[in-house]
């Protein structure tokens, strides 16, 4: 009778198996996009010259790979290759003695996804580029004073953001590397939320007046229209080219809700009356909804709703508060997030199938305000 052994290469077995038979051995798992951790199909797995593909589930089985005495690298090197992804390799053992291969196979596109973001690891705040993966970690301003609450122009070609490198909190804009830093506004009040209207006008909250409204500014400082005017606070703004319509945090009501209104601050509207404070606002991709977070009885909820108020729909739930978020839904429908650490804050990767995944994170240090770089 053959005599069959199978033994463990990794504790946590989810995806690779390998079955050692008198002298072949049998090679399966799965193949999964690690950006989006969706199982992928079609995909081309090798071993020695033994070639198959993944099924619809992204499930695959090489059978009866010959156990030989000495194998070429060539011989034990596994190969995983798809159209759109780099190429994924890994060299086992054909001798009998190895144990069970268990190495998730997750691919990585070959198409950049960058993301902004703030952190306070060198104890002031800066601004920071990195991938998906938080490989190649990049940072963008090195100043003693605090850096944040960076903001991307559609045109792609320069960041806005808050500095209070000249002692009072001021609006500043550089190219995507950090070079051509150029100062916005000079004022010695408060300011929040920086956005990009065109790439020639902005808009940004302020509290130059005692509480913060919104206004719009050009890069030059000189035209200066103010687009609320209240005793409340109102802030945290996103805003739509395709309706030029402007998404904000008013606290009219008494808590902080999410509105809307035009440009050129008519037409005002209450979104959400619901329970909770609202926050962080935000266009979906085709800027057919708005997307906000709202947090109530320690729970965090991010919706979705039409700009006419109509279609509430949740989309993401956290226990515990999250802080701001980045939303992208373009081409992948993902949401960047920041949630609590240990001693710190976190951005972590919310997918599309509902599943959690840690992005940056160490202990006493706080990630914040991711912005996507698409």
Do not use: C
């Amino acid at each position: 009778m053959a005599k069959t052994k199978q033994v463990l290469l990794e504790e946590g077995d989810k995806s690779i198996s390998i079955q050692l038979e008198r002298n072949y051995m049998n090679l399966s798992g799965q193949v999964i996009d690690r950006f989006k951790g969706e199982s992928l199909a079609g995909v081309t797995v090798e071993i020695g010259n033994q070639l198959v593909e993944t099924d619809a589930n992204g499930y695959f089985t090489i059978k009866k790979i010959p156990v030989i005495e000495n194998p070429t690298i060539e011989d034990r090197l596994v190969k995983v290759s798809s159209p759109g992804y780099m190429v994924w390799t890994k060299v086992i053992n054909l001798e009998g003695k190895d144990k069970l291969f268990n190495e998730e196979i997750a691919l990585e596109s070959k198409r950049e996804a960058k993301f902004f973001f703030v952190s306070d690891k060198e104890k002031s705040k800066s601004i920071y580029v990195t991938d998906i993966y938080a490989k190649n970690v990049v940072k963008l301003t090195d100043d003693k004073g605090d850096d944040w609450a960076p903001n991307w122009s559609a045109d792609g070609e320069q960041l806005l953001f808050l500095s209070n490198r000249d002692g009072n909190t001021n609006i500043y804009v550089m190219n995507a590397d950090g070079s051509n830093l150029r100062q916005v506004t000079f004022t010695t009040t408060d300011k929040e939320s920086p956005v990009w209207l065109d790439k020639n006008t902005i808009l940004f909250a302020s509290n130059r007046d005692g509480d913060f409204d919104i206004y719009k500014s050009d890069l030059t400082g000189t035209y200066l229209q103010r687009l609320t005017d209240n005793n409340y606070y109102d802030s945290q703004i996103a805003y739509s080219s395709k309706y030029q319509s402007i998404a904000y945090i008013s606290a009219t009501t008494g808590e902080r809700k999410l509105h809307v209104m035009q440009e050129d601050g008519t037409a005002k509207m209450l979104l959400n009356s619901g329970f909770g404070t609202d926050s962080q606002p935000a266009w979906s991709g085709d800027e057919e909804e708005i997307i906000f977070n709202n947090y109530s009885s320690g729970k965090s909820i991010i919706y979705q709703i039409a700009p006419n108020g109509s279609n509430l729909k949740d989309i993401m739930k956290v226990n515990g508060r999250v802080y701001n978020y980045a939303l992208w839904d373009r081409e992948e429908q993902l949401i960047l997030y920041v949630s609590d650490g240990i001693e710190g804050r976190e951005i972590n990767l919310f997918t599309r199938k509902e599943e959690k995944r840690e992005i940056i994170s160490k202990k006493k240090v706080n990630y914040n305000e991711p912005e996507w770089q698409d």
